[in-house]
């Protein structure tokens, strides 16, 4: 069993900037990768980065390339979204998860089998 625990979320304006933890914790694969969703009421599941924690290889979303960087920390199961430009429509509950082995383009949700409790990002003026 895989636990990730996020925090960093929270209400900023739009333009700002956020930086969102998931700290890893368990029975961790040797190596595995670790996804940032986010979920806006009456919207579906959407996959914004991933993080191959073997080698940092990451994967983006069209719409947060170049705003949105997701990192690891040194023990490399400490995972960072860091989130720039934040607009109103990105206003979400955002998740991380994981699952064994390397990361895959398509960020396709039902591939984690392990996800935290999630932690809200609110963007307003």
């Known amino acids: 069993q895989v636990y990730l625990a996020e925090s960093g979320g929270g209400s900023v304006q739009p333009g700002g900037s956020l930086r969102l933890s998931c700290a890893a914790s368990g029975y961790l694969y040797a190596y595995y990768c670790l996804g940032w969703f986010r979920q806006a009421p009456g919207k579906e599941r959407e996959g914004v980065a991933t993080?191959?924690?073997?080698?940092?290889?990451?994967y983006y979303v069209d719409s947060v390339k170049g705003r949105f960087t997701s990192a690891q920390d040194n023990d490399k199961n400490t995972f960072y979204l860091r989130m720039n430009s934040l607009k109103p429509e990105e206003t979400a509950m955002y998740y991380c998860?994981?699952?064994?082995?390397?990361?895959?383009?398509?960020?396709?949700?039902?591939?984690?089998?392990?996800w935290g409790q999630g932690t809200q990002v609110t963007v307003s003026s």
């Open positions: 998860a994981a699952h064994s082995g390397s990361c895959f383009s398509d960020m396709a949700a039902d591939g984690f089998p392990f």
């Open positions: 993080i191959y924690q073997e080698d940092g290889r990451t």
